[in-house]
């Protein structure tokens, strides 16, 4: 149940970050030391991946990496970029922004025409950064408003939806669609809390000219969500934005809800349904929802297209999944990937420079979660009108195709 | 709100006091600080979770749970802690061995389980459902949990006055002194890590429940326990329970009243400030020696 | 302590690895030309850096710090504020942040007066948390959760740096500071640090003071965080909270474990280490985590005090192997100690020193160790203390030499009233202590331990010291020949530089008088120096103990042993559960009744 992890080390990585710390790059020596790494010549198209491998978080960032790898299987089978092998070089960041300068050295000196990943806002931000002067075409799974500024980081495109989009649609679900007006917010403390924390009361303001009667910051640690529940209880809430990227903080205030029969309405941001939603009751879960893609939401009119239910086969059937099939459906890399494959043709090169002149171009790409567009200043790709809001319960319901799709909020 | 607080801070301040409980157990034959005991209770917890030894009668399942973790504790003991201190009684490498180990086990169960949380339902009669008592809500779990721990200590305390309780404070005061006297300090150690690996399965075992089973739960349960071991005074298992109890509730009460950031302050502030009045913990019975 | 004979004509020769080492560092960025490279390597030496430090606070002191990354954090966020908000230049930015870092680190020093050293550990750990929750609580100045960009690299003149000059930069900090930290430990303070880790009371009974000590360590790890931590913002340009997890602390208590605490090279050896074991490891992928965690148990199983330790121990075995001295040495040794050359004891520091106590009482608890004693020690005698055990013989000594408060009543020395004085200053008006077991500096060499003595005698200050300046070389060079005038005059010359705790028992007695002796001590407390002694080396202690009156010292001596104690005695005094039994010349003494039924006939 993992969508962005927003905090590298909370309950995790003690150790594996101190690992991470040094251990990441140093990977990176051997390899120099033999002068040419990664085959050398110009035969092959490389492709920079940068993924957890080992640390708490490989197990459960892997699911987010299955699309990424069924592109690639659909590239190999094509025979490849521009009719040359593609060669994956693979880093393992053990999940940690820490580690992310070391593997960034290390991604400068293979020289891939594009790179997937990090997954993660703070590693993201790390690493995007570490990028920033390498002119390296990257992707990553991070919703910082900051990193879809082309001004800012000219080769990194985001193909998720920013903080401020996902507070844009979780406040009109609330405020408009659902008419609530006693708004509250609750979220972890981190760098992914905070802004969409932020993004959400401006909105409100701006947009609305409300306030949400309740904001409660909870450290990612917390072993009792009881008290920051109490205040929302208190304070009347009806609707509920609800952002943290530690699934047992959610189980937490679930719990602390079903206690005293607080039953507001939840906008969340993670719609995976894990085994645990099992002990709550059926009302509390009914007004459970989650901001998530349009191309992944049904409805009894509208069904999702084929090409989302092909891919969701797909990823039902890949070992990696492990039963998340919600986070793999939704990771950006997919799409990205096929997006490259796509850019490459076109302008029949694999020269960063082309490619980004080309994707600075891209205007209503059809991804299977949404359309994507970018400018050479709005590098946050994904339409404002593809995002919307989808129920959790619905994960139990056939149409989900075995819990990976959603059902589209009324109204939204 | 008080009430809150106070219910709040006593059920999860049992937690970290039997967490530094188990330090001390450890502790007092070896003089070593067991870094891996987070992830020991993890592992505790994890197994009540999603193994099939949670699908047992909870009683069953509890003692099954504590035996797998004090064994494993005792392969600690084997390969972790042992061999170091036979190396050399004074140096400082068990931090690494057992940093090291505690890094195994968190691999290991990575590589076993994903990183879900799961929900551990109390044993009948118990429940997590929340009465209101004269205005205090609490679960009958959560008595459960704090009677438990006061139970825990209790039961030490006894075996601590009994011969194995004198013979491991023997032990701890001069280990080769110890064997002048017929006391073998290998199969004390041994017997302390099986029972402290025993406390640290029961301890996930009840923290399941209550914090949810989750591969990433062991690091958090250590710093606490660290900061009741430190508050409470190292050895007094009485003095690290009451210590567990009053960071429980500084925490709960610094979640309502302190803002989030601040939280984390005001918990070291206050561990610091109990610290400085009263250096040898809050019981004051570490022994000072003099020349 | 190997590197600690550092003198003229050897330097040279030493010197030249180390010259090797350096040079080939500073070309690695030229002659790899890879970016990667040059990074990793500005990151391992700010690694270095931090862990040399750490090494100065928890290997030579023994204060384990497990929150030295909030420290680096603050040294990171100081110059980032000050470079990225306020474009201040790095030269003056980093002093501020070194300023700022000491300034955390004193306050973390603190709780380490009150606190024995795991529970520092602990407090460490939880100011490294309570830090990082204050990095995203001052949001407005530290940026909250997305940290500070932008951070520019330093300019020399007209020159920024490039990713090469940071390298350099950082490389010549390393040296400095390593040239600093070996001349420091390899000093008066030094010896002070190591005092303090290893035997706190003989610490303060030669004049360190424990306290100004561990704050002076947790400055220096502070200093160094802090100049890491400049480095490190100026070395990524950014920094984060996330940069300063609680692994990145204690990744740095790691380093200097696995290259060896308490040597040079620890934190060297123990970062290359920490860099090049995943290197090794690459090809394993998801394994690598697993086999990471067995192979740092593997090597802390087997080598227990570090890489450095390990390479150490393994060197003096082959030495002790290779050469038979050992053997007929400890023969040797001992001869040499029976002989009949008269000790050479330098003059005291001034007049011998008187001591009077008047009324003192201590309790323990219930217990009475001393009830209201009268006593005093005219000056220039051999004034014996015997007693049966739990008479109050070693608290008395230790009221006197105030590693003990009394409860009440007064202590007088020679003229002054020391009731409220510390141990460590008394140290200073030349009050010596030879303890009941021995307390040694036992990584340490003989000359070393001696030199200990000295401590409260040498002038030089500590700048001085580091800076190596003439005057500093000089006294050392005096004090080190008498330091092994005295070590030959006890017969130990031969093995003046081999490590204290592989001498036999008697000899680290001798070894204890030895560094008393080198305080040139008016007044000198002897707490049982006769246990397990040889009869042999009895005769030359009662030798010993007169040559020391006779050259103008007090000598107060706690004795079991009755023959020592008649035959050098001037004045013997007995205690009986904490009370005076009776006092005066040893025949008067020794054969009053009381004093005989204290011995043989009184009732337990």
Redesign the interface.
């Known amino acids: 149940m993992s969508t962005y992890r927003t905090n590298g080390m909370s309950r995790r990585g003690f150790l594996t970050g101190t690992t991470s710390v040094a251990a990441l790059g140093m990977l990176g020596l051997g390899t120099a030391a033999c002068g040419s790494s990664g085959g050398g010549g110009k035969a092959t198209a490389r492709i920079g991946w940068v993924e957890p491998k080992t640390g708490r978080l490989a197990a459960a960032y892997k699911p987010i990496y299955v699309g990424a790898r069924l592109a690639l299987e659909d590239l190999k089978a094509g025979g490849g970029l521009l009719g040359q092998a593609v060669q994956l070089m693979e880093e393992d960041d053990k999940g940690s922004p820490a580690a992310q300068p070391a593997v960034a050295q290390r991604l400068i000196r293979e020289e891939p025409t594009f790179v997937v990943g990090p997954t993660g806002s703070s590693q993201v931000l790390a690493s995007v950064t570490a990028l920033a002067r390498a002119k390296l075409i990257q992707s990553c799974w991070g919703g910082a408003e900051l990193l879809g500024d082309g001004d800012r980081f000219p080769y990194h495109y985001q193909l998720v939806y920013n903080t401020t989009q996902q507070a844009e649609v979780a406040a009109r679900f609330l405020h408009e669609v659902r008419g609530l007006r006693k708004i509250g917010i609750i979220v972890e403390n981190s760098e992914f809390g905070t802004s969409i924390r932020d993004a959400v009361v401006r909105i409100l303001r701006d947009t609305y000219s409300a306030k949400p009667v309740a904001v409660e910051v909870f450290e990612v640690d917390a072993s009792d969500m009881t008290p920051f529940v109490r205040n929302l209880e208190r304070a009347g809430v009806d609707g509920l934005g609800l952002f943290t990227g530690q699934p047992q903080a959610t189980i937490l205030i679930l719990r602390a809800m079903a206690a005293s029969d607080f039953h507001p309405v939840i906008v969340s941001h993670d719609l995976n349904y894990i085994e645990a939603l099992g002990e709550f009751p059926r009302a509390l879960l009914d007004g459970f929802f989650g901001t998530t893609y349009r191309g992944l939401t049904y409805t009894d009119a509208e069904e999702p297209s084929a090409a989302v239910h092909g891919l969701v086969e797909r990823i039902n059937k890949h070992p990696d999944t492990a039963g998340l099939g919600y986070s793999a459906v939704t990771s950006p890399y997919y799409d990205y990937m096929l997006l490259m494959a796509k850019v490459i043709e076109e302008t029949k090169s694999l020269e960063p420079a082309k490619l980004k002149a080309a994707l600075d171009k891209v205007e209503d790409y059809q991804g299977v979660r949404a359309k994507v567009s970018f400018t050479a200043k709005r590098h946050s790709g994904i339409a404002a009108e593809d995002i919307t809001v989808g129920t959790l319960v619905s994960a139990k319901e056939p149409q989900s195709l075995g819990g990976v799709l959603r059902r589209r909020a009324d109204g939204m | 709100m008080i009430a809150?607080?106070l219910v709040?801070g006593l059920?999860?301040g049992s937690?970290y006091g039997l967490v530094a409980v188990g330090f001390n157990i450890l502790h007092r034959p070896t003089n070593v600080?067991n870094f891996a005991q987070?992830e020991l209770i993890m592992i505790g917890a994890m197994l009540m979770a999603a193994t099939p030894i949670g699908g047992l009668p909870w009683g069953i399942a509890a003692a099954c749970v504590m035996a797998v973790v004090a064994i494993v504790t005792l392969a600690e003991e084997r390969?972790?802690v042992t061999?170091?201190l036979r190396?050399?009684s004074h140096?400082?490498?068990?931090?690494?061995?057992t940093?090291?180990?505690?890094?195994?086990l968190?691999?290991?169960?990575?590589?076993l389980?994903?990183?879900?949380?799961?929900?551990v339902?109390p044993p009948w009669p118990l429940s997590?459902?929340?009465e209101e008592v004269l205005g205090v809500?609490f679960?009958s779990y959560q008595v459960a949990v704090v009677v438990i721990a006061v139970a825990v200590v209790a039961l030490l305390d006894v075996l601590d006055r009994s011969r194995l309780g004198t013979a491991l404070r023997a032990v701890a005061a001069d280990r080769d002194g110890a064997r002048l006297r017929g006391i073998d300090p290998a199969a004390l150690t041994r017997r302390s890590f099986l029972l402290g690996g025993a406390l640290a399965g029961l301890t996930g075992v009840l923290a399941a429940p209550?914090?949810?089973a989750?591969?990433?739960?062991?690091?958090?349960l250590?710093?606490k326990g660290?900061?009741a071991?430190?508050v409470g005074g190292?050895g007094d298992n009485r003095g690290v329970l009451v210590a567990g109890w009053v960071l429980g509730v500084i925490?709960?009460a610094g979640?309502?009243f302190a803002?989030?950031?601040?939280?984390?302050?005001v918990?070291?502030?206050a561990?610091?400030l109990i610290?400085?009045i009263r250096?040898n913990g809050l019981r004051g019975l570490a022994v000072q020696r003099?020349? | 302590m190997s590197e600690a004979r550092g003198t003229r004509s050897g330097a040279a020769r030493r010197a030249a690895p180390w010259l090797v080492l350096v040079a080939a560092a500073a070309a690695l960025p030229l002659l790899s030309g890879d970016p990667t490279i040059t990074y990793l390597a500005t990151t391992a030496g700010i690694y270095v850096l931090v862990g040399t430090g750490l090494n100065l606070m928890f290997g030579y002191t023994g204060q384990v710090s497990l929150g030295q990354g909030a420290l680096v954090a603050v040294g990171a966020y100081t110059t980032g504020i000050l470079m990225a908000d306020h474009d201040w230049t790095f030269w003056a930015a980093a002093p501020v942040a070194v300023l700022v870092a000491v300034g955390a680190g004193t306050l973390m020093a603190l709780p380490a007066f009150r606190l024995s050293s795991w529970y520092i550990a602990l407090v460490t750990l939880g100011a490294a948390m309570a830090a990082r929750s204050l990095l995203v609580e001052f949001e407005g100045l530290t940026g909250g959760w997305s940290g500070l960009i932008g951070i520019p690299r330093p300019v020399l003149g007209p020159w920024e740096l490039g990713e090469r000059g940071v390298f350099w930069l950082v490389l010549a900090v390393n040296v400095v500071l390593f040239a600093m930290v070996r001349t420091t430990v390899d000093s008066r303070l030094g010896r002070g640090m190591m005092a303090v880790r290893d035997a706190p009371e003989m610490a303060r009974s030669v004049g360190v003071a424990p306290a100004r000590m561990k704050l002076f360590a947790f400055a220096c790890g502070g200093a160094t965080a802090g100049l890491g931590g400049a480095l490190l913002a100026v070395h990524h340009g950014l920094v984060t909270p996330d940069d300063f997890t609680l692994d990145f602390s204690i990744l740095f208590l790691l380093v200097v474990i696995i290259g060896g605490a308490a040597r040079l090279v620890g934190p060297i050896i123990g970062t290359l280490l920490f860099f090049a074991l995943p290197e090794l490891l690459t090809g394993l992928a998801e394994w690598r985590g697993l086999i990471y965690g067995a192979a740092l148990l593997v090597l802390m199983v087997y080598a227990p005090q570090g890489i450095a330790g390990e390479w150490e121990r393994l060197r003096a075995r082959r030495r002790a192997s290779g050469t038979p001295s050992d053997a007929y040495g400890t023969s040797d040794v001992s001869d040499a100690s029976g002989t009949d050359v008269p000790v050479e004891v330098g003059p005291p520091r001034g007049e011998p020193l008187g001591v009077e106590l008047v009324g003192v009482r201590k309790s323990f608890g219930g217990v009475h160790a001393l009830q209201g004693v009268d006593l005093t020690i005219e000056p220039g005698t051999v004034h014996a203390i015997v007693g049966p055990n739990g008479s109050g013989k070693t608290t008395l000594l230790n009221v006197i030499s105030r590693l003990l408060r009394q409860d009440g009543g007064r202590v007088l020395l020679g003229t002054e009233d020391v009731s409220r004085a510390t141990a460590e200053r008394l140290a200073r008006h030349g009050v010596a202590r030879v303890f009941q077991t021995p307390r040694l500096l036992g990584a340490s060499s003989l000359r070393d331990n001696v030199l200990l003595g000295a401590y409260a005698r040498e002038r030089t200050g500590g700048t001085a010291t580091v800076l190596r300046l003439p005057w500093a070389r000089r006294e050392r060079a005096e004090l080190t020949e008498e330091a092994d005038r005295l070590l030959a005059d006890l017969g130990l010359a031969e093995r003046a530089d081999e490590e204290a705790a592989a001498l036999p028992h008697g000899e680290q007695r001798l070894l204890e008088v030895a560094r008393a002796l080198m305080t040139r001590p008016r007044l000198l407390l002897m707490d049982e120096p006769a246990a397990g002694l040889t009869p042999r080396e009895l005769e030359s202690l009662g030798r010993l103990i007169r040559a020391i009156r006779d050259a103008g010292t007090t000598v107060v001596l706690v004795e079991h042993h009755i023959e020592l104690v008649a035959s050098v005695a001037d004045v013997v005094t007995v205690l009986d559960r904490g009370r005076l039994v009776t006092s005066g010349s040893p025949q008067d003494a020794l054969g009053d009744a009381r004093v005989v039924e204290v011995y043989l006939g009184a009732p337990a």
């Open positions: 809150d607080i709040a059920v999860f937690l600080v987070g390969v972790a061999p170091v190396r050399s140096a400082v490498g068990w931090v690494i061995t940093l090291a180990f505690s890094l195994l968190a691999e290991a169960a990575g590589r389980w994903t990183d879900q949380p799961s929900t339902a997590m459902r929340v809500r679960s209550l914090l949810l989750s591969v990433t739960m062991g690091l958090g250590l710093i660290f900061a071991l430190a190292i925490e709960a979640a309502v803002s989030p950031g601040s939280q984390s302050v918990l070291f502030a561990m610091l610290l400085l250096p003099h020349v």
